[in-house]
T-cell receptor, first 115, second 116 residues
Framework: KAGVTQTPRYLIKTRGQQVTLSCSPISGHRSVSWYQQTPGQGLQFLFEYFSETQRNKGNFPGRFSGRQFSNSRSEMNVSTLELGDSALYLC??????????????FGAGSRLTVL | AQKITQTQPGMFVQEKEAVTLDCTYDTSDQSYGLFWYKQPSSGEMIFLIYQGSYDEQNATEGRYSLNFQKARKSANLVISASQLGDSAMYFCAMRGSSSNTGKLIFGQGTTLQVKP
């Protein structure tokens, strides 16, 4: 069973540019969540998509957006990049059940560097 | 507000010994879930163990066990018989009943180094 696949793994952008990151969840998983990890702020929740609908959102500016496709694949976009957006962006998939453990399975992450 | 606190930024343990990583949490939810994840230097978060707030027994998964003390709001991870491959960052996380399924609140993490 394939795991969660994130692309690209590494990318370098300059301030003001925009970036799109992709996440392919485990087959059968309908929920995809995105997290930002930085040394200063740690792991912070960005948003969750379930069946193509945003189900929950963290406290990030509107420059951060996402979407989910009918095959459950998800993309997140960051516009007008700032230096502080440099981070490891982690995607996680789950069955999306509202009871039980509903364990999140994470991908290897996309490491974004903004110059 | 929900919060996870991991007070040990870094820890060392001798190979084959047991180690306890501390985690305390704060929530007003009656139903919640607690998780531990391992993050090696490669960056991928690996799920280790889960404890539901209504689970009466402490969770165990192989060499991992969760010492759940609900009244003290602590959920410490115990790793028995440490191996060199256990060297990594460890995160405690919580999902509250008022949160949707994909949202976890993470602690700041504990870096564990296993010495040969």
């Amino acid at each position: 069973k394939a795991g969660v696949t994130q692309t690209p793994r590494y990318l370098i952008k300059t301030r003001g540019q925009q970036v799109t990151l992709s996440c392919s969840p485990i087959s059968g998983h309908r929920s995809v969540s995105w997290y930002q990890q930085t040394p200063g702020q740690g792991l912070q929740f960005l948003f969750e998509y379930f069946s193509e609908t945003q189900r929950n959102k963290g406290n990030f500016p509107g420059r951060f957006s996402g979407r989910q496709f009918s095959n459950s694949r998800s993309e997140m976009n960051v516009s007008t990049l700032e230096l502080g957006d440099s981070a490891l962006y982690l995607c996680a998939s789950s069955a999306g059940h509202e009871t039980g453990a509903n364990v999140l399975t994470f991908g290897a992450g996309s490491r974004l560097t903004v110059l | 507000a929900q919060k996870i606190t991991q007070t040990q930024p870094g820890m060392f343990v001798q190979e084959k010994e047991a180690v306890t990583l501390d985690c305390t949490y704060d929530t007003s939810d009656q139903s919640y879930g607690l998780f531990w994840y391992k993050q090696p230097s490669s960056g991928e978060m690996i799920f280790l163990i889960y404890q539901g707030s209504y689970d009466e027994q402490n969770a165990t998964e192989g060499r991992y066990s969760l010492n759940f003390q609900k009244a003290r709001k602590s959920a410490n991870l115990v790793i028995s018989a440490s191996q060199l491959g256990d060297s990594a960052m460890y995160f405690c996380a919580m999902r509250g009943s008022s949160s949707n399924t994909g949202k976890l609140i993470f602690g700041q993490g504990t870096t564990l180094q296993v010495k040969p």
